[in-house]
């Protein structure tokens, strides 16, 4: 199964077109891993993986996007920092922690349950996943509320492919998103800092717009463990959290979930999250973020862009909403 473009109204990058043609035809192997049970193996054996991480922007240039917004010409973030930065609470709190902490995660065999108002409920295997439609790679900003970001290659396709599968009934109103929660394999799950397991959610429209990604890689690769191993979500107008990552369960339900860090903290974390420069977090400022790997003494924090520079693309469906209100 190649890699490829979809149908869905935006002109995501080709993969040929940011990665040497060599590192292309390995991406093909991406698919018989995940599909063998191995979305959690080591991934040193990869070839030029870090270099696939520096291609500069420049081989993206003059390349038309039917909606402006929805591809990014930035420089991709290093491989090795955007695996061993990461929240990963399972994990440990520190940001190196799931790097070193993650080697315990069991992800095969692994399943996906569909449960709630649904027509068509049932347990997905990753096998089942990648034969539901052709895998494309898509480069995403990723906007944490600390302050930092990414840009990121995410391997997947649109979640709305999953949904329209399984069929919500009409009274499906939001898209409830839980993470395993394995004491044994995971070892910070029963600390205090969160009500386990882990849970995210979004509104319908959100869950079924074409941004919405469930990925199943990064960088042409399996997703390492530490990034959400064998499958999470991307939900790239959002901060990070809202991301649901290592999903077990996919739950179709009519009342708003109560999600994790909006149960833990609601008074800074809201159930939307939406990336807003003028919505301050009650402890800093949301109105410039610091690119991983733009860590010079004199480099400048970059101006934190509106739904993380995803205005055009999703600007609608928060019209008429209060904004700071419903943060």
Request: with cysteine; net charge positive.
């Amino acid at each position: 199964m190649l890699i490829k473009t979809s149908d869905d109204g935006f002109d995501h990058p080709h993969s040929s077109e940011i990665t040497p043609a060599g590192v292309y035809r390995q991406r093909r192997e991406l698919v018989r891993l995940l599909a063998g049970g191995a979305a959690g193996m080591a991934l040193a054996g990869w070839a030029a993986r870090d270099a696939r991480a520096q291609m500069p922007a420049a081989r993206l240039a003059g390349r038309k996007s039917a909606v402006p917004g929805a591809t990014t010409l930035e420089k991709v973030t290093d491989y090795k920092d955007a695996t061993t930065y990461n929240n990963f609470y399972e994990f440990g709190l520190d940001k190196s922690d799931p790097a070193r902490n993650a080697h315990t995660l069991q992800t095969a065999p692994w399943t996906v349950t569909i449960e709630g108002l649904v027509h068509k409920p049932g347990r997905y295997a990753l096998d089942d996943l990648l034969k539901l439609s052709p895998l494309e790679e898509r480069i995403y900003r990723l906007r944490c509320v600390e302050g930092w970001s990414m840009v990121i290659p995410w391997v997947g396709y649109s979640l709305a492919e999953l949904i329209r599968k399984v069929e919500p009934l009409g009274s499906a109103k939001y898209v409830e998103f839980v993470t395993l929660a394995d004491r044994k394999t995971m070892p910070y799950v029963g600390s205090s800092v969160l009500d386990w397991p882990y849970v995210e959610g979004l509104r319908m429209d959100e869950a079924m717009h074409p941004l919405t990604l469930l990925a199943l890689g990064m960088y042409g690769e399996v997703l390492p463990r530490q990034n959400g191993a064998p499958v999470r979500v991307v939900v790239p107008w959002k901060y990070g959290f809202k991301s649901g990552k290592s999903l077990v369960k996919i739950r179709f339900v009519e009342k708003q979930p109560a999600t994790a860090w909006n149960v833990a903290a609601p008074q800074e974390y809201g159930f939307y999250s939406n990336v807003n420069p003028n919505v301050d977090h009650p402890r800093w400022s949301q109105a410039t973020e610091r690119r991983i790997g733009e860590d010079g003494l004199f480099t400048r924090k970059r101006k934190t862009l509106m739904f993380n520079g995803y205005e055009a693309q999703v600007g609608q469906l928060y019209a008429g909403m209060d904004l700071k209100k419903y943060y």
